[in-house]
Structure formats: structure tokens, C-alpha cells
Nanobody
């Protein structure tokens, strides 16, 4: 089992930054990749970014609204993944979830490939 705890969410004005953190505990040695997803009210959960834990290879949503503004990183010593979000827009308002995949054949964007999920942290961007 892996437990995930997200933090860093909150309310920010449009154009501002936020950094989300996700600390993993438990059986973290089996982690292959970690990802960030978000779900806005009334919408489906969508992929934001992911990182292969050992290699550090990063993946981002193809959405123009995400790439070039968000950066995923990890601190292996702390078993923590981060999502740095810059130039935030009101449409970034959502609950942000981190997730862990243990699967070598993992596809970053597929939520079904992730075995463990955090409880989510609310990000609200005001205009």
C-alpha cells in the first residue's frame, strides 16, 4: 500500500503561482511513476503531468492551457512529487490529485494505470 497526501492548494489570483506537493509513504519502493490529475466541478478528471520516478522523465498534457505553465518534479529522498503552476488562470480551478503507478507498461494519461490516489487538494483561481 502507498499513502499519498497532497498539500499546497488554496486560492490565488489569476496570473499568480502555486506549488502543490504530494508526499508518499508506505510501499514507495514499488513506485514506477507519479502523476497529477485535476477535476473541475462537473467535468471529468483529466491528466495534467507525470514523471517516471527513477528516470525523471516528464510528461505533460497536450492541452495548451497546461504546457509551458506547469512543471512537475520529484525529490526522491523525500518521496515527494511537486507541481509548480505558474500564470494560473480561472480555468485551472479544480481539485488536483496525485497518483502512483507501479506498472512498467504505464501510460501517463490513463487514470486507470494508477493504483493509488491522494485525497485531492483544491485550487481556486480568481479573476
Amino acid at each position: 500500500q502507498v499513502q499519498l497526501v497532497e498539500s499546497g492548494g488554496g486560492m490565488v489570483q489569476a496570473g499568480g503561482p502555486l506549488r502543490l506537493s504530494c508526499a508518499a509513504s508506505g510501499r514507495t519502493f514499488t513506485t514506477y511513476a507519479m502523476g497529477w490529475f485535476r477535476q473541475a466541478s462537473g467535468k471529468k478528471r483529466e491528466f495534467v503531468a507525470a514523471i517516471k520516478w527513477n528516470a525523471g522523465t516528464t510528461y505533460y498534457s497536450d492541452s495548451d492551457s497546461v504546457k509551458d505553465r506547469f512543471t512537475i518534479s520529484r525529490d526522491a529522498a523525500k518521496d515527494t512529487v511537486y507541481l509548480q503552476m505558474n500564470s494560473l488562470k480561472p480555468e485551472d480551478t479544480a481539485v488536483y490529485y496525485c497518483a502512483v503507478s507501479e506498472a512498467v507498461g504505464w501510460t501517463p494519461v490513463m487514470s486507470g494505470n494508477y493504483a493509488y490516489w491522494g485525497q485531492g487538494t483544491q485550487v481556486t483561481v480568481s479573476s
